[in-house]
């Protein structure tokens, strides 16, 4: 498939999408909201957490025939519920406060 | 993967492998330039590209060629030019069809193996995007990158040595341990325990820090780190800190003897004694004695400004001095607390007055913060206009220590009477110091009380962790220590003899010395 025709059926909704990650990327933004989330969810236990369910689906399956695909498919439901909400509500109000200051 | 690697990952490891690598960590993964950055997310309407080399001249926008998809765990293809999206299966297909077998995750820059099915952990590649995201990272301004404990060569063979481990669960009661009162030494005994449950300055000793190079075998700071191991080490009975007093008499000589003495005045004393022998130890450096920065004063240090404004042409004076401890004035009969100075009637502050009438903290803070009239007798020479002056004097916090102590003054001397304040004021579990920052005094000085308008920012908020009290009268009495453990749990520590102890409890007790901590750090 060509990629022309991808953005023709991509939804105004994942336009936006692409628009706001390229902009975040290009700034360098992103890599910086990564490394602010990676401290927030250390500093709130988070990847404590995860780090015990990653463990329990290692047991469940043996350390010898686990891989990452079960690990992923195994925590990640969880994973998201986990995140506290005033972790989501700070990196949004950082996205919105860079874009607000970059859209132009 | 195998437990002992990929195999796979030889086919890769030809010709220019390493370079290879780079580049494509440089321009797709941490992309530190902007010029790469931008490479990374234009949309160019590229030709065929042959090799992985050639990237960097003719950069492709970093989707995914089946989908679209710019999420989705994009991967890219180490053998070609390729980026296909994990949760798709797009990747896989790819791997698939043109037997390509690794692929690097964009994100965290992970390497896949698909005929091992899974991320290899290969030392050579590893140590490469290491490297590539350091520089990516100081190129933005990012700073060190925060990493995992890896254990030394040395680290290894103690553990190796020592197979025991102690693992902390959510009821485990490790660190909690009494102290023998050795003769009216609960007002050391209370301060330990505050101490010993402080945060920060427990990930300080337990991970072993300090280095100490004081000669003799008198350092404070080397007695506290045993008296860690000896809270931490699930020993239940209760510890004999005999060492500690002989040091604390050896040190501060106006604490020595069995004479009962006031846990506030043992605070500060064992911080003086404490950062001394830190400043000893971390050497030659800390030659700027305005800026020490031994844990003590990472921990406990905060900066008081003082603003006095003359009356006369508004001139103000500004000077910032260092502060380990916020001594508060309570309401007491000889001294009234409101009204806040003079000539305002005091009734009502703010409109905000207590339905139960009781005093809080804050109020004691906003007490200790409002501009406080010098008075006549008072004339201070102003520096504005060169002249001796009525004044006003306002303090507020310049910087917020991570700990900070609240002295509430229960003891009151005055030259008719001497005597014990009991009334009863309410703190919080969490408190906020927004208000009481210098930056905030601006909305204060319109005599506005403002609740912080940004409730997201929890750069100045803190959480409660210990509470000092002191039963009795002035001249004779018990102090007792109120403790948080783990997050919520609450004990009550009276020298040898532990309890468990309700939220409730401790709210209601009537509070001597309070410990806050804040609650967000920021990283260094």
């Keep these: 498939m060509r990629r022309e025709m991808c953005f023709i059926n991509m939804s105004k909704e994942s336009q936006m999408r692409a628009a706001i990650n390229q902009k975040l990327i290009e700034m360098g933004e992103r890599e910086r909201l990564k490394e602010l989330l990676r401290a927030k969810l250390i500093e709130c236990g988070w990847r404590d957490q995860l780090k015990a369910l990653c463990k329990e689906v290692i047991k469940e399956k043996g350390i010898e025939n686990v891989t990452v695909e079960d690990l992923v498919a195994g925590v990640t439901p969880k994973g998201r519920a986990l995140v506290p909400d005033s972790v989501k509500k700070e990196l949004l109000q950082r996205i919105r406060a860079f874009l607000a200051q970059h859209s132009t | ?524």
């Design chain 2, 1 to 524: 993967m195998s437990p002992a690697g990929c195999s796979h990952v030889n086919g890769f490891k030809v010709d220019n492998w390493k370079q290879n690598l780079r580049v494509i960590y440089q321009c797709f993964v941490w992309s530190g330039s902007a010029e790469t950055r931008k490479r990374k997310c234009v949309v160019e309407e590229g030709g065929f590209v042959p090799d992985a080399l050639k990237i960097t001249f003719k950069a492709k926008s970093c989707m995914c060629h089946m989908c679209g998809a710019h999420l989705n765990r994009l991967h890219s293809c180490l053998h070609c030019v390729f980026f296909g999206c994990f949760s798709k299966k797009h990747i896989h297909e790819h791997a698939k069809n043109k037997r390509h077998n690794l692929a690097i995750d964009l994100l965290y820059g992970g390497i896949y193996c698909f005929v091992c099915q899974d991320y290899i952990y290969d030392k050579d590649m590893e140590q490469i995007a290491k490297e590539e995201q350091r520089k990516a990272w100081k190129l933005q301004g990012i700073g060190e990158k925060y990493s995992m404990w890896e254990p030394t060569k040395r680290e290894l063979e103690l553990l190796r040595h020592n197979p025991k481990r102690r693992k902390i669960t959510a009821n485990c009661t490790i660190g909690l341990r009494g102290l023998i009162n050795l003769g009216n030494t609960c007002f050391m005994n209370c301060i330990v325990q505050a101490l010993t449950h402080t945060p920060l300055l427990r990930d300080f000793f337990l991970s072993d820090r300090h280095k100490c190079e004081m000669q003799s075998n008198s350092c404070l700071v080397c007695e506290m780190s045993q008296l860690f191991q000896e809270f931490y080490s699930g020993h239940r009975s209760p510890h004999i800190p005999f060492r500690l007093l002989h040091l604390v008499w050896t040190h501060a000589r106006h604490l020595a003897g069995y004479e009962q003495q006031d846990a506030h005045e043992f605070l500060i004393a064992a911080l003086d004694v404490l950062h001394r022998h830190c400043k000893d130890d971390n050497g030659k450096k800390a030659n700027n004695p305005n800026h020490c920065n031994c844990i003590i004063d990472q921990i406990f240090t905060g900066g008081l400004q003082s603003d006095v404004t003359c009356q006369v042409c508004h001139g103000v004076s500004t000077t910032i001095d260092p502060f380990w401890d916020i001594s508060l004035d309570l309401p007491g009969s000889s001294t009234p607390f409101w009204p806040l100075s003079p000539g305002s009637d005091g009734s009502v502050v703010n409109g905000d007055s207590h339905p139960s009438g009781a005093t809080t903290l804050t109020d004691c803070l906003r007490r200790f913060t409002r501009p406080e009239h010098l008075g006549s007798s008072a004339k201070i020479k102003c520096s504005g206009c060169h002249s001796y002056q009525e004044s006003t004097k306002q303090l507020t916090m310049k910087r917020l220590p991570i700990v900070a102590c609240f002295h509430l003054k229960r003891f009151e001397h005055s030259a008719k009477l001497r005597r014990k304040i009991t009334t009863y004021v309410s703190f919080p579990l969490e408190l906020d110091m927004t208000p009481f920052m210098a930056s905030s005094k601006e909305s204060r000085m319109n005599g506005q009380y403002q609740q912080p308008v940004d409730s997201l920012n929890n750069d100045n908020k803190y959480s409660l962790f210990a509470v000092v009290n002191h039963q009795g009268t002035l001249e004779s009495g018990h102090y007792t220590t109120f403790i948080r453990q783990h997050k919520d749990q609450w004990f009550k520590c009276d020298d040898a003899i532990i309890t468990k102890a309700s939220i409730k409890d401790v709210l209601d007790s009537e509070g001597y010395l309070l410990f806050y901590h804040k609650q967000f750090l920021e990283y260094e």
